[in-house]
């Protein structure tokens, strides 16, 4: 594969929809291969325009803003990175010839958690636990009722766990509506699952580049409020579950197609796997790979979107724990404790130029046995502070 010079009239364009701390990962390892990178976000400085050759702040959301740069800028590959994007604007790129990740249909599909879970289950006869959608307090109150308590209530479009709770009895239904009102995306509809006593829940990375599927050892994962706070590399379990896992993840990854890394949720009972939700994209339990692999997730999506060849090693465990904010600032000032950086662990300290309460500003990730690194990391990540 040839790679010519960014910022030259024969370079290979990425544009990133979508700057985050997963999507600064990405321009790095696109930097690190000299292509040009155009990181486009709703609010200026995110952590990809600090790394990127160009930025633009525009509505994502908005069909004609979002077509405006992507026409101007004429990206080889367009990379949705977060939820809250125009999909008629993705097919209408995708429909003049510009390359989506992983294809503007797979996006589509698992933005929306009634399109990916009627795939999954309805398409592709995948397990998963019961469900219902509801549109009204009160139809939500009949799901809840019909499915049994606790039940999982999530809008069907959101991210990072805004909007998604757990109610236990019929006293907590008026509690979840509200709290699924706060999502990140269309609330008008909200998917009610019955709740799987489940063992354990792994992300399964799962990279394809047209020619060849592989997998990531999987990564288990412990969530408050829906949302990633820890995540270890591998996550021990069965031969059995496991090849199940791998199963399931190809099935659905086969079923969206195109070329990327995707993010494969799944619940594990025994040697029983349901499936849960799919992201085609980095995802934020994997910056744990930063530390176990020789390819992290996001160089492998990377590789993957090129056409470049999959293989990495695994370098050994390792786990990561998030860092919140407990404050709102206007200006992010992280403050680390020296003892994070040592022979076998470090901080990324993402950059994000404003803080709110619960916003995600870093990640300690250590290397080391998976009992010793997730008790390590617990420890660690309460050293850092902000204000």
């Known amino acids: 594969m040839r790679f010519a010079a960014p910022l030259k009239s024969n370079s290979k ?29 709703k609010y200026e400085n995110a952590p990809a325009h600090q790394v990127a050759h160009r930025s633009h702040i525009v509505d994502m959301q908005n069909k004609d803003a979002l077509l405006e ?24 790129a995708e429909n003049k010839g510009y390359n989506v990740i992983p294809n503007a ?36 109150l009949e799901a809840a009722c019909e499915l049994g308590f606790p039940c999982v209530i999530k809008p069907v479009m959101s991210s990072s766990g805004h909007g998604q709770s757990i109610a236990h009895n019929e006293d907590e239904i008026d509690a979840s509506w509200r709290e699924a009102k706060k999502a990140r995306g269309d609330a008008s509809e909200l998917i009610v699952e019955a709740f799987i006593d489940f063992d354990y829940e792994i992300t ?15 990564i288990g994962h412990e969530q408050r409020d829906g949302d990633y706070i820890f995540s270890w590399q591998p996550m021990q379990m069965s031969e059995v579950a ?30 029983e796997v349901y499936f849960s939700e799919v992201s085609p994209r980095p995802h934020d339990t994997g910056m744990v790979t930063l530390i176990t692999q020789s390819q992290s997730e996001f160089a492998l999506h990377l590789r993957a ?46 950059g994000k130029p404003e803080t709110h309460k619960g916003r995600r500003l870093a990640v300690a990730l250590v290397f080391d046995k998976v009992e010793a690194a997730l008790e390590k990391a617990r420890k660690l990540i309460t050293k850092v502070k902000d204000s």
């Open 69 to 92: 740069v992507i026409y101007r800028e004429k990206p080889d590959y367009i990379l949705p990175e977060i939820e809250a994007i125009s999909i008629d604007a993705l097919v209408e």
């Open 105 to 140: 249909n797979a996006v589509s599909k698992t933005m929306n958690r009634k399109n990916i879970r009627t795939f999954a289950t309805e398409t592709l006869g995948l397990k998963a636990g019961p469900y219902k959608f509801v549109t009204t307090k009160e139809g939500l």
């Open 204 to 218: 399964m990375l799962t990279v394809r580049n047209g020619k060849e599927t592989v997998f990531c050892e999987p």
């Open 13 to 41: 364009k990425i544009m990133l929809l979508g700057s985050g701390e997963l999507g600064k990962e990405i321009v790095i390892e696109a930097q690190r291969l000299g292509l040009e990178t155009i990181a486009v976000d």
């Open 242 to 271: 496991k090849q199940k896992s791998q199963e399931i993840a190809k099935a659905i990854t086969d079923g969206l197609g195109g070329q990327g890394l995707f993010g494969v949720e799944l619940f594990i009972k025994g040697d």
């Open 305 to 350: 979107v090129i056409g470049l060849p999959l293989g990495f090693t695994f370098y050994g465990d390792g786990a990561s724990a998030a860092f919140k904010s407990e404050v709102d600032n206007y200006a992010s000032v992280v403050d680390v404790d020296d003892s994070l950086f040592s022979e076998n662990s470090y901080v990324r300290v993402f």
